[in-house]
């Protein structure tokens, strides 16, 4: 009996994989494919976009102010304060600023993606596109997919900033440190890999929010109950995978970059 | 009277010429569980419209579903405007699906829409132009006797102007096959022979073929003894014992087809749960 459960929840597992695999490569294919639906991405990347932006400013400044009490913390043991703004900006810009935004965003958009397409299942919305000759995926799914991957680059850059003078902040009114030290540290030690690895984490990142928002919301089924399913299915999924992707990513680009 | 051609009950029903629109042969739906339908033949020709009957949950919106490919059979054969659909891709049924109207049980309208937006859906993904849209919106929903609706959100209307703008919505684009799912399901009776009325007047006008599905016998025979007249704008009952001939009825039990034939034959039918649903 155990065995036969342990089967059947393997089976179901790949199974899912599959499904995912498929949905999320034929969304993508579409973007080489006309129809493409310009409009609903500009839609979509205000919502995801702009509409985001507030928490990751909030998230980005309030990290980046962090990291710069707890490495002056420990830094000032060794007398090594003034390094402060190079702790700050490295890591924000290697990982945390990628990571957190990728996260925040998921929070908010693949849940938002998830019981968005979800209610339009239930309700048959999806099947009444469908029957009008609209492919639900290319006029649903890609833009969001497509707008997440853009909107996440631009908000990682935005919280890296952010993350920076939060640090600038916390150093100079709390620590009482020089703000041109910070800032020249911050400059002066970032290499080219650095901003590589969190300018390419984003995409990742994007692409899974929004891939996954939208496939768990285009598969709900079970009514309203099925919509808080999937929503929470989505969040939950996106934010291990962000989390799982970023130790792959950094484990190759640091053997890349070594 | 029109010159539209009308049977008593002792004539035979006069078959329709041409290719059906919508063959079925030996279709088997399947999902997780047993089979929901199996072993359904049935056809629809020009000019057609027929009514499946069937009590709830015995598969007739799935049935509906199968028909243009949303839903794909376990077995069997599913041919469309002549094309096998039965295992076509997906992205092909698009064009094939864009040829039909689908009035879905509860209007399936887009909540985020206006009304205009809802009844232009696939004039818009066409681009056409917006006067022309307009145009066209406001002779669809004068159809349906909604044109006041015109700037509203689909989530302000009730529910029976859902349907009609549904309507509306799948009539816009002079389908060649109407699939109406439960139409009148969960209304008042004066709404619903808005809606009947609405589906005669498409009927007897534009000649389209129709597949219509309902559980509620009275809206059956009302679409079969009842014409449009075109000069007083609404539907006249025929005279005493005349029916439609061109609206035939299926009657779905247990996953099954259990009777296509005319209303004629209907009312005479020795199956029993035939007889039972009728009494």
């Given amino acids: ?184 540290q911050a400059y002066e030690h970032l290499r080219y890999p650095d901003i590589v690895q969190g300018m390419v984490k984003p995409l990742f990142f994007g692409y899974i929010l929004g891939s996954i928002g939208c496939f768990y919301g285009m598969r709900t089924t079970g009514g309203t109950e099925g919509v808080g399913r999937s929503t929470i299915q989505a969040v939950v999924t996106s934010s291990v995978l962000i989390i799982f992707v970023d130790f792959l990513i950094t484990h190759v680009l640091l053997t890349i970059f070594a | 009277m029109t010159d539209a051609p009308f049977v008593s009950p002792s004539s035979p029903a006069a078959a329709p010429d041409g290719r059906p629109v919508v063959s079925l042969s030996d279709v088997a739906v399947a999902f997780d569980g047993p089979p929901v339908l199996r072993e359904i033949s049935f056809s629809v020709a020009p000019a057609e419209t027929r009514i499946l009957l069937g009590p709830a949950g015995v598969g007739k919106s799935v049935l509906l579903k199968t028909v243009v490919g949303l839903i794909r059979p376990l077995r069997g054969k599913v041919e469309l405007f002549g094309d096998d659909i039965t295992h076509m891709p997906e992205e092909n049924l698009f064009p094939l699906r864009a040829r039909t109207g689908f009035v879905f049980q509860e209007g399936a309208l887009f909540d985020s829409l206006t009304v205009r937006d809802n009844v232009a859906y696939q004039l818009i993904q066409e681009r056409v132009a917006d006067e022309e849209i307009d145009a066209r919106v406001h002779e669809a929903l004068k159809f349906v006797g909604l044109e006041q609706t015109f700037g ?125 649903f009728l009494e």
């Fill in chain 2, 152 to 276: 509203m959100y689909a989530t302000a209307l009730s529910g029976g102007m859902r349907r009609r703008v549904a309507i509306a919505r799948a009539l816009i684009h002079h389908p060649e096959l109407i699939l109406y799912d439960s139409p009148t399901g969960g209304l008042d009776p004066v709404t619903s022979n808005t809606i009947i009325e609405l589906i005669v007047k498409q009927r007897d006008v534009h000649e389209t073929p129709a597949l219509l599905v309902t559980h509620r016998l009275q809206d059956a025979f009302a679409l079969c003894n009842h014409r449009f007249d075109p000069e007083e704008n609404r539907m006249v009952a025929l005279p005493e014992g005349y029916f439609n001939p061109n609206t035939t009825f299926l009657m779905l039990e247990e996953s099954r087809l259990i009777f296509d034939g005319s209303l004629d034959e209907l009312v005479q039918s020795q199956n029993a749960f035939v007889r039972e």
């Fill in chain 1, 1 to 184: 009996m155990a065995l036969n459960a342990i089967d059947r929840t393997a089976k179901q597992i790949v199974l899912t994989v599959q499904e995912y695999s498929l949905f999320a490569g034929r969304a993508m294919l579409n973007l080489f494919r006309p129809p493409i639906y310009w409009t609903d991405f500009l839609v979509q990347s205000d919502i995801i976009g702009f509409g985001s932006l507030p928490i990751v400013i909030l998230s980005g400044f309030f990290t980046g102010g962090v990291l710069a009490l707890q490495s002056a913390a420990t830094l000032s043991a060794f007398g090594a304060t003034a390094v402060t703004g190079q702790f700050v900006s490295v890591t924000m810009i290697r990982e945390l600023g990628a990571v957190l935004t990728g996260i925040m965003v998921a929070g908010r958009n693949a849940s938002s993606i998830a019981s968005e397409l979800g209610s339009m299942v239930v309700t048959e919305q999806i099947d009444a596109m469908r029957a009008l000759g609209v492919d639900p995926i290319r006029k649903l799914v890609t833009p969001r997919i497509f707008a997440s991957v853009v909107m996440l680059l631009l908000l990682t850059i935005v919280s890296d900033a952010c993350g920076i003078a939060g640090g600038a902040a916390v150093t100079v009114f709390l620590n009482h440190q020089n703000g041109t030290q910070y800032f020249h």
